[in-house]
């Protein structure tokens, strides 16, 4: 999976970053750093700054190693955490809010989830469930639930029907880890991470 999108006539290698040698296949919704100044010049068509390193909200560019070394390697290192910083922000994250929620509001939402096709589930160790499908990802505090007698089995069980994907801590998590650790364990976008790895 990645979280960003690196433009470079040169080899390089990061892990969860998509290399490519021309704006026209980067992936459009994650952030893009182009390496070179000769190569920002010639692709952007906005007349870039030299002193200004960000282009548009979502894309960036620094020199190459061959220009200034230093301030390439700080660049990347700052794309690097930018893009693990900001993962999953553009994802809709829509929290069920039994205690304080419209009933009415809650109503279509739960509709709504049980609407999904292809969902993915994601119990986390602290009993909070989180279901990505069709690019919304949702939350339930089943801690909450507990205040409501029998509903957090009940409301599990029907999760479980609905999703052949339902997946408890351990065996997730063991397949994400890597990718949860480096975006400082952001754990409710494990379904997300899930879905697209599994494809």
């Known amino acids: 999976m990645y979280v960003g999108n690196i433009v470079t006539s040169s080899n390089i290698d990061l892990e969860n970053f998509k290399i490519c040698r021309k704006l026209e296949t980067i992936d ?6 182009i390496i070179g100044w000769d190569k920002t010049k010639e692709l952007v068509e906005l007349k870039p700054s030299i002193l200004h390193k960000q282009i548009t909200p979502k894309t ?12 390439y390697e700080s660049d990347i290192d700052s794309f690097v955490s930018h893009c693990y910083n900001t993962f999953g922000e553009n ?3 829509v929290y069920l809010d039994i205690l304080y929620g419209k009933r009415r509001v809650n109503f279509r ?11 993915v589930t994601y119990i986390s160790e602290n009993n909070m469930v989180y279901i990505y499908g069709e690019n919304i990802l949702f939350g339930i505090d089943l801690n909450v639930l507990d205040l409501f007698d029998g509903k957090t089995n009940k409301v599990v069980d029907r999760i479980k029907r609905i999703d052949n994907n339902t997946l408890v801590d351990s065996e997730i998590f063991n397949k994400c880890k890597d990718f949860i650790f480096k975006l400082k364990n952001k754990t409710k976008y494990v379904p997300y991470i899930y879905y697209y790895g599994n494809r």
Do not use: A, H
């Not at 459009?28 to 750093?33: G, I, N, R, V, W």
């Not at 960036?60 to 301030?71: G, H, I, L, Q, Y």
């Not at 939402?109 to 969902?119: G, V």
């Open 28 to 33: 459009d919704k994650l952030p893009t750093l």
């Open 60 to 71: 960036f560019w620094t020199f190459s190693p061959k220009e200034r070394k230093s301030e």
């Open 91 to 93: 994802i809709p994250y």
């Open 109 to 119: 939402i739960i509709r709504k989830i049980l609407s999904l096709k292809d969902p």
